[in-house]
């Protein structure tokens, strides 16, 4: 079969779409004539606009009601795709590609929807990095990903639209910083404490001359005003006032960041900024940033990864890591 429209079902969060670009670029490659169509939430959309990879991109929310999920099946229908390849592990995006009469649907055979795919994978027992667990799904296609590269670009715009929002900030245009990233989305077992970020960001501020940013949402707004309180340098709180958009260009525009493990995390590896990121909970080995300048900062603990959003005990994953630790990271990786 000739395949010249392909739907792309993306990953729901930043992260993981992040490290999907790979499996994206490799189907590219291979598919050189085809139209390729990325449907992704909106909050992810920013990510892929000017991606060269990607023909389409179709932002939807998640289906309000039978309604609205209909109106999106008929569309996929109406769209007449050759192949769709499904990077979540939902039944409820099998079914959809299904009802929409793709005739070839490439996905993990987990959550019962096996019998809707005409490529299920199993799933590997041993951890994979997230970018080599979406690879294997364009693997079946006899695509080939020799060096996966998550490499992304932040736009003109984007990097304007940054330098404006930092100069109405107190930053002035030009001047380098480092951006701090304390919250994460999933949970608080993820974040590293609130004093210790302040610590480094002084230190580093001051030895290297850099001023600070803050991002984070707007509901993690309060962690950077405690943040700020603590610290003597200049610091900006970009918190709630960034679209994904212009968060990509904050990164893009840095000289640093200190991070959690959260989705500014692989977007900052992904535009090749230097990125020091603290471990506690999770895996490194499968979710950790896959960029060219990063270094993980993380104390080996009996119960880490134990993937929970908050810690049943003393969060020691993070107590231990120290303010020199993250320090002597950002030194040897700006060296
Ligand atoms: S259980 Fe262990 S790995 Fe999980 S958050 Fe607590 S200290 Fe960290």
Same mark, same amino acid.
């Given at each position: 079969?000739? #395949?010249?429209?392909?739907l792309?079902?993306?990953?729901?969060?930043?992260?993981?779409a992040?490290?999907?670009?790979?499996a994206?670029?490799a189907?590219?490659?291979?598919?050189?004539q085809?139209?390729?169509?990325l449907?992704v939430r909106?909050?992810v959309?920013?990510?892929?606009?000017?991606?060269?990879?990607i023909?389409?991109?179709?932002s939807?929310s998640?289906?309000?009601?039978?309604?609205?999920?209909?109106?999106?099946t008929?569309e996929?229908?109406?769209?007449?795709f050759n192949?769709?390849?499904?990077f979540p592990?939902?039944f409820?995006?099998?079914?959809m590609?299904f009802?929409g009469?793709?005739?070839q649907?490439?996905?993990?055979?987990t959550? +019962?929807?096996?019998?809707m =795919?005409?490529?299920a994978? %199993?799933?590997s027992?041993?951890?994979?990095?997230?970018?080599h667990y979406y690879l294997?799904i364009?693997?079946?296609l006899s695509?080939?990903a020799e060096?996966?590269s #998550?490499a992304?670009?932040a736009?003109?715009?984007?990097t304007?639209? $940054?330098?404006?929002? =930092?100069?109405?900030?107190?930053?002035?245009?030009?001047?380098?910083?480092?951006? #701090?990233?304390?919250g994460?989305?999933? +949970?608080s077992?993820? @974040?590293w404490?609130?004093?210790?970020?302040?610590?480094? %960001?002084?230190?580093?501020a @001051?030895?290297?001359g850099?001023?600070?940013?803050i991002? +984070?949402? +707007?509901?993690?707004?309060?962690?950077?005003?405690?943040?700020?309180?603590?610290m003597?340098?200049q610091? !900006?709180?970009l918190?709630?006032k960034?679209?994904?958009?212009t =968060?990509?260009?904050?990164?893009?525009?840095s000289?640093?960041?200190i991070?959690?493990?959260?989705?500014?995390?692989?977007? $900052?590896?992904?535009?090749g900024?230097?990125?020091?990121?603290?471990?506690?909970?999770t895996d490194?080995?499968v979710?950790?940033?896959?960029g060219?300048?990063?270094?993980?900062?993380?104390h080996?603990?009996?119960?880490?990864?134990?993937?929970?959003r908050?810690?049943?005990?003393?969060?020691r994953c993070?107590?231990? #890591? !120290?303010?020199?630790?993250?320090?002597?990271?950002?030194r040897?990786?700006?060296a």
């Amino acid at each position: 079969m000739r #395949v010249e429209k392909i739907l792309i079902r993306g990953p729901n969060w930043v992260g993981d779409a992040v490290l999907a670009i790979p499996a994206m670029k490799a189907v590219r490659a291979h598919f050189t004539q085809a139209e390729i169509t990325l449907l992704v939430r909106p909050w992810v959309a920013g990510l892929f606009t000017s991606a060269p990879f990607i023909d389409k991109v179709w932002s939807e929310s998640r289906p309000s009601s039978l309604l609205d999920w209909i109106r999106i099946t008929r569309e996929i229908r109406t769209r007449r795709f050759n192949l769709a390849l499904l990077f979540p592990n939902s039944f409820e995006s099998a079914l959809m590609t299904f009802l929409g009469r793709v005739p070839q649907r490439v996905g993990y055979a987990t959550d +019962g929807r096996t019998w809707m =795919l005409t490529n299920a994978i %199993a799933p590997s027992a041993k951890a994979r990095h997230q970018v080599h667990y979406y690879l294997d799904i364009v693997r079946t296609l006899s695509v080939k990903a020799e060096q996966p590269s #998550v490499a992304i670009e932040a736009t003109n715009e984007e990097t304007a639209a $940054a330098r404006t929002l =930092l100069a109405s900030e107190g930053i002035p245009p030009e001047a380098p910083f480092l951006v #701090v990233n304390p919250g994460a989305a999933y +949970g608080s077992a993820k @974040r590293w404490a609130e004093d210790r970020f302040a610590d480094v %960001a002084d230190v580093l501020a @001051r030895e290297m001359g850099l001023q600070v940013a803050i991002v +984070g949402s +707007g509901a993690e707004r309060p962690i950077a005003e405690r943040i700020r309180k603590r610290m003597k340098s200049q610091t !900006a709180i970009l918190n709630g006032k960034t679209t994904l958009e212009t =968060l990509i260009g904050v990164l893009a525009e840095s000289t640093l960041i200190i991070t959690n493990d959260s989705g500014p995390m692989h977007i $900052a590896a992904a535009l090749g900024v230097p990125t020091v990121a603290v471990f506690g909970s999770t895996d490194e080995k499968v979710t950790g940033p896959y960029g060219p300048r990063t270094r993980i900062v993380k104390h080996p603990v009996e119960c880490s990864p134990c993937l929970l959003r908050e810690c049943p005990i003393d969060h020691r994953c993070m107590t231990r #890591v !120290a303010v020199e630790d993250v320090c002597r990271a950002a030194r040897e990786l700006l060296a």
